[in-house]
């Protein structure tokens, strides 16, 4: 059973930055689709950031030019590098594997393993 166990998450003030890690278990990362999603108390949980197998990456407008999605397939590993972070940044981080390799898809119902979740408060 796969599982993804995300870290680095934090408080930080407006402006700065953090790196999330996400580490997966089992022998077969590299053949997948990876994203990030995030959800702040009383909203849906959206789309941040994918990356392919082949390393294509793909973000939402909030986040781009901002954050930043890598891959280090010989350490399981996918991070999200967030920079000049704004208070409307908090939420609870979430790493999440895609059924499609190839494809950085921004729907929730294309990944099928979810990682338990990381906080990032973002003070003003």
């Known amino acids: 059973?796969?599982?993804l166990?995300?870290?680095?998450?934090?408080?930080?003030?407006a402006g700065g930055s953090l790196r999330l890690s996400c580490a997966a278990s089992g022998r077969t990362f590299s053949n997948y689709?990876?994203?990030?999603?995030?959800?702040?108390?009383?909203?849906?949980?959206?789309?941040?950031?994918a990356i392919n197998w082949v390393g294509s990456t793909y973000y939402a407008d909030s986040v781009k030019g901002r954050f930043a999605i890598?891959?280090?397939?010989?350490?399981?590993?996918?991070?999200?590098?967030m920079n000049s972070l704004k208070p409307e940044d908090t939420a609870i981080y979430y790493c999440a594997r895609g059924t499609l390799?190839?494809?950085?898809?921004?729907?929730?119902n294309e990944y099928d393993v979810w990682g338990q979740g990381t906080q990032v408060?973002?003070?003003?």
């Open 101 to 108: 390799s190839w494809k950085t898809s921004p729907w929730p």
């Open 70 to 81: 890598s891959r280090d397939n010989a350490r399981n590993t996918v991070y999200l590098q």
């Open 5 to 13: 166990v995300e870290s680095g998450g934090g408080l930080v003030q």
């Open 121 to 124: 408060t973002v003070s003003s």
């Open 33 to 49: 689709a990876m994203g990030w999603f995030r959800q702040a108390p009383g909203k849906e949980r959206e789309f941040v950031t």
């Open 1 to 3: 059973q796969v599982q």
